[in-house]
């Protein structure tokens, strides 16, 4: 097994994405600290900085070093993701993403063109030779299994994170690169049948504010109990994803406002994110609300 894959190997399981705590016109490091500590003791395998959920993509070059310093400080020895934005140049970013302790990295597409984000890839691989990096597949890419084939010519490039829930699609990329790469899925509703097409690791908003749950619906994937992830899924992720695609521009609030109900510091959020009314909060404390109940009657 090679240096980069045999690091792949512990990018599996469950990733979790400390969303930013905007402050003002700055950003609030101890309570991003105090959310990496909620996710790293609740149990996730992994932790992004600097993702779409995030809002990475509003983030200045310093915001950025200074999340991803903070969440690799904060760590506990978890690996650590560092996301390359969009708006940031790749090469540089890559290498201080490494500098600053990052274990791997997760590459936003930029463009459309399939072309042009492979010379993105090798920008970054260039500049972090060795280092694992995820490609975001999400809009405004969408691959072809060749064009997939051909990012795979690129040692660096060792996982793929799906954000289309296209289960068609999905599978027509799985089945060309099959176990070249780690398959992860971004969306927590379609986490049963993603799973059963190869997904091998899973990035749900819950644990951003209950990762206890996020690892108990997993626990019974891995387990071969679909019927009790199915039930699982049901009570919470799929009405809550629900809410989030609601009305544009809430993902993030209703995300945030989820870790409040649940004693987080959230922070703000950025534009262009919209404000939740009082009824979409009072859903989200509603749908928190009966996770915890659930939460402690799996327990016991």
Not at 12 to 36: E, K, N
Not at 65 to 73: D, H, K, L, S
Not at 201 to 218: D, G, K, N
């Amino acid at each position: 097994m090679s240096q980069i894959a045999a690091l792949t190997a512990y990018l599996r399981g469950i990733w979790g994405f400390p969303l930013t705590p905007f402050a003002g016109g700055g950003i609030d490091l101890d309570a991003l600290a105090r959310a990496v500590e909620h996710q790293a003791t609740g149990g996730v395998d992994v932790l992004c900085a600097c993702g779409a959920i995030a809002q990475g993509d509003l983030l200045t070059s310093e915001e950025w070093r200074a999340c991803v310093a903070e969440i690799v400080g904060a760590s506990r020895r978890i690996p650590v993701v560092a996301t390359i934005p969009a708006q940031l140049e790749p090469g540089p970013t890559a290498a201080a993403a490494v500098e600053l302790g990052a274990a791997a990295l997760l590459l936003l597409p930029a463009s459309g063109d399939a072309v042009a984000e492979a010379a993105r890839l090798q920008g970054v691989a260039a500049a972090a030779p060795g280092v694992p990096v995820v490609l975001y597949h999400r809009s405004p890419l969408m691959l072809t299994p060749d064009a997939l084939l051909a990012l795979c010519e690129i040692p660096e490039l060792q996982g793929l994170k799906d954000g289309h829930r296209d289960a068609r699609a999905f599978r027509r990329l799985r089945g060309a690169a099959c176990d070249r790469l780690l398959w992860l899925s971004a969306w927590e509703d379609v986490a049963l049948p993603f799973h059963a097409l190869g997904c091998e690791a899973f990035a749900p908003a819950s644990a951003s504010y209950a990762p206890a749950y996020a690892r108990a619906w997993l626990s019974c994937l891995e387990g071969g109990d679909h019927s009790g992830a199915a039930r699982l899924l049901e009570a919470h992720a799929y009405p809550m994803v629900d809410l989030r695609l609601s009305r544009p521009g809430i993902d993030v609030g209703v995300v945030k406002a989820a870790m409040a109900a649940c004693g987080l510091p959230a922070g703000e959020t950025r534009p262009p994110a919209a404000q939740l009314t009082s009824a979409e909060r009072a859903r989200v404390d509603e749908l928190v609300s009966d996770l915890q109940n659930l939460l402690g009657a799996v327990a016991s």
